[in-house]
């Protein structure tokens, strides 16, 4: 179905090539919008094409930190607003449930700097993650250059049993090994992989369901995850006042596919993912005291999922030693709460209510108490505060360790299974979407957007050698870190050796903060789309096999040859200090290029009004 979509939006249909062209239908902007509009603007921007274009500000909790980017934003507004881009403001939710709602459309392709927005693959939109650059090209040509992906399907069949929701269904495909088979595809055809589901049941479930299972893909180094579209998401659609925006999405009848993995949902469990990324079963964890509970969040729960945690609770109170939060993803799910008195019964229960803020899902926000146990429903951020006090689990678990002050089974807990009924009569009046001038300042008055300056990668580079994320430090987070960790501005140029996907994510997800310094991520998987990422802002992403790893231990330097020096698909043998290394430059094509220039911008002479 990804390849459907790209065809019918590249002049090649048949996606021959390392990269291919094609025409974007969705912005979305949410970790860095300001960067992508200045970057768009120095390439020409008039008025973007797309047919929905929007930026998330994701910061909800005010504080004198975020003093600076609020201001920034709100003098931006006007200026994004007659570009053709709509702002979401603070209290709208996070981005992938609220776009899921109000703007996601089936058999399209969206492009963005969140990952998280996934989930969004659940109603039929390939949604793909790409550099400030792209994003600049998307908003100013209206196409951008991708690598034609590969697929994995995930055929479904069964029903769930009573106390198990699709937050069990995704841990489960965790720990039946989708991301391995993620991985085989990605080393045997240098590629980006899309999780395709299907199967009888893949139509059983709700739009919401089919975004939770979506929302797995950067965890396991997908690119993407789509799901058909047909009746279910139509009435989605049309509960959501946007039927018009209903294209059905199927897959061609032998179709090719790289693997298939088989799931039965009937044969699922509550499950619960620990501290180390193992996924088993709650009742290995029963009896465990907790500290935090955080319902909500921007994956892992749907309406109907806080709907049942809120009957479960009903007339229980929160153990005094628990801390019970309850992040509602969207406003529109926080009104029908409200409306329906779910939302009393959880606050009557203990809970406190917390801003759909981006820092709640890397634990900047609410982090877990030390030496306490936090289960949480949404999926974690990559780089969240080590060690990772965090089991991930259901909504319906965690109504257990709500109501008893322990992990366990809801099962054994719980008399009987609560039946949820969703109103179909939704709150659509996006009164936090900006979407003309009004109020917004002066329209002809234009914003200071600084674009940051590219660094070039010419000539040979010595660099300093990093092992691991963790010895960055952000320079965000109060206290000042300790010694043992290097500030991005007191470096010159680093590379850092990457021993896990989670670490990779890491980096990407803050590859524009470090892009300046940071030079080169090695590591043994790299995502294409990551790759893509990263040579997009002027790093360049090197595999390194186990013997190359452990050769690199306890090195200081890196010495990179000038870019011409690489060779196309084989490995350069590499010095570290005193060892010498194969490496493989994993850029394909004009990937190479913006590695060299430091961007993937386009010249503002091929921009486009």
């Not at 106390?163 to 595809?185: N, P, S």
């Not at 199927?250 to 501290?275: H, R, S, T, W």
């Not at 329906?340 to 709640?360: F, H, K, Q």
Request: charged share 20%.
């Amino acid at each position: 179905m990804a390849q459907k979509i790209l065809a019918g939006r590249c002049a090649d249909s048949t996606l021959s090539g390392d990269l291919v062209q094609v025409k974007v239908d969705q912005i979305v902007l949410a970790r860095a919008p300001l960067r992508a509009v200045a970057e768009a603007r120095e390439a020409g921007l008039k008025k973007t094409t797309a047919e929905v274009a929007i930026a998330y500000d994701t910061h909800g909790v005010s504080s004198t930190a975020t003093r600076a980017r609020t201001e920034e934003m709100h003098a931006a507004t006007a200026d994004m607003l007659a570009h053709g881009i709509v702002l979401a403001r603070p209290g709208v939710g996070f981005p992938a449930p609220v776009h899921l709602e109000r703007f996601a459309s089936p058999a399209r392709l969206c492009v963005t700097d969140e990952p998280r927005l996934a989930g969004v693959g659940g109603i039929g939109m390939l949604t793909l993650v790409v550099s400030p650059g792209m994003l600049a090209q998307a908003l100013a040509q209206g196409s951008i250059l991708v690598r034609p992906p590969r697929s994995v399907q995930v055929l479904l069949s069964g029903r769930t049993r009573p106390f198990v929701c699709a937050r069990d269904v995704a841990l489960e495909l965790i720990r039946r090994g989708l991301g391995e088979a993620v991985g085989r595809i990605e080393a045997q055809h240098q590629a980006p992989v899309v999780i395709e589901f299907a199967g009888p049941s893949a139509r059983l479930l709700s739009v919401s369901e089919r975004a939770v299972l979506a929302s797995l893909a950067p965890q396991l180094g997908a690119a993407g995850a789509l799901f058909v579209s047909d009746e279910r998401t139509e009435v989605f659609l049309r509960d959501q006042r946007r039927s018009k925006a209903h294209r059905a999405l199927i897959p061609d009848a032998g179709a090719p596919c790289d693997e298939v993995l088989n799931v039965d949902l009937g044969a699922v469990d509550p499950l619960y993912m620990d501290e180390t990324g193992a996924v088993r079963s709650v009742r290995d964890l029963a009896g465990k005291p907790v500290s935090q509970v955080l319902l909500g969040g921007d994956s892992g729960v749907t309406l109907r999922d806080l709907f049942a945690a809120a009957m479960l609770l009903k007339s229980k109170r929160v153990p005094a030693r628990v801390e019970f939060l309850v992040a509602v993803p969207s406003r529109q799910m926080l009104e029908v709460l409200a409306s329906s008195g779910e939302l009393t019964d959880l606050i009557a229960t203990g809970a406190r209510l917390i801003e759909p803020d981006a820092r709640v899902m890397s634990g900047e926000l609410y982090p877990p108490a030390p030496g306490g146990l936090s289960a949480r429903t949404h999926d974690l951020e990559p780089g969240m505060a080590s060690p990772k006090s965090v089991v991930i689990a259901s909504a319906e678990t965690l109504a257990h360790a709500v109501a008893y002050g322990e992990m366990g089974d809801p099962r054994s807990s719980f008399k009987r299974p609560v039946r949820a009924t969703i109103p179909r009569a939704l709150p659509t009046d996006d009164v936090l979407v900006v979407r003309d001038r009004k109020g917004t300042g002066e329209a002809g008055k234009k914003a200071a957007l600084a674009t940051t300056a590219p660094t070039p990668w010419k000539g040979s580079q010595t660099l300093e050698l990093l092992e691991g994320p963790g010895h960055i430090a952000n320079g965000k987070q109060p206290p000042p870190p300790p010694a043992s960790s290097r500030n991005v501005s007191e470096i010159g140029g680093f590379a850092v050796v990457c021993s896990t996907l989670d670490e990779v994510r890491e980096l990407a997800g803050r590859a524009v903060e470090l892009a300046p310094s940071l030079r080169a991520v090695l590591a043994p998987f790299i995502p294409s789309g990551a790759v893509s990422l990263f040579s997009g802002v002027g790093i360049a992403a090197l595999r390194l096999d186990a013997a190359g790893a452990k050769s690199v231990k306890g090195q200081r330097t890196v010495a990179l040859p000038p870019p011409a020096q690489w060779s196309e698909k084989e490995p350069t043998v590499i010095s570290f200090g005193t060892q010498k290394v194969p490496l493989t430059w994993l850029a394909r094509g004009q990937e190479r290029a913006w590695a060299s220039a430091g961007t993937a911008r386009p010249p503002a002479k091929q921009a486009r009004g």
